[in-house]
């Protein structure tokens, strides 16, 4: 079964807002829709299977937004969550394993800066283009890809099902 690690990062301004990259209109799952960062595990990276998650998100955060992952300088990696996608969501062959991150910038980098300012989007982001939303607001859209609408949904009804099962105590 294929791995991929996606992350969703959070704006830091106090909204529930979060920035979610269009793909390009070469991706071979979505084209030119709104999506996670992330991608594929590297399974060369280590003799006996894939890279692990957290090193794999790492590795893409810093690729695809340039922000420093090193040590936690720009971004932090927050709640984590797995998830088979079936392949009507996937849009593959097969199933897919998501292991999913929720990234936080860091207060010494602002909402602002990070987004609006420096010398200019394409050296921020790999993707086209980007947009910042609610996770609510997203999901009203059309353009977005299947596999974030199976994760987002698969979360909102699991944190939910924790807050039902917490007021039952």
């Known amino acids: ?3 991929l690690v996606l992350a969703q990062i959070a704006v830091n301004d106090g909204t529930d807002r979060k920035i979610f990259r269009q793909l390009g ?3 071979p799952t979505s084209p030119n829709c709104y999506g996670f960062f992330g991608g594929y595990l590297d399974r060369h990276i280590l003799l006996n299977g894939y890279e692990n998650p957290i090193d794999g998100t790492v590795r893409l955060l810093g690729e ?3 922000l420093d992952m090193s040590h936690g300088e720009d971004l932090l990696l927050g709640p984590y969550s ?3 996608v079936p392949p009507e ?3 593959l062959d097969a199933a897919v394993k998501v292991h999913f991150f929720e990234a936080f910038i860091r207060k010494s980098v602002s909402a602002e800066a990070f987004i609006w300012e420096g010398v200019n989007y ?3 982001f790999e993707g086209v283009n980007y947009t910042v939303l609610t996770n609510k607001e997203l999901l009203k859209r059309r353009d977005v ?3 974030v609408r199976f994760i987002l949904e698969e979360i909102s009804v ?3 099902s924790q807050l039902m099962n917490s007021n039952n105590i």
């Open 1 to 3: 079964m294929s791995e």
């Open 25 to 27: 209109p070469d991706d």
């Open 64 to 66: 695809q937004t340039h």
């Open 82 to 84: 797995q998830h088979i």
């Open 89 to 91: 969501y996937s849009l």
């Open 122 to 124: 394409e050296l921020a």
């Open 145 to 147: 890809a299947p596999i």
């Open 158 to 160: 699991d944190r939910h």
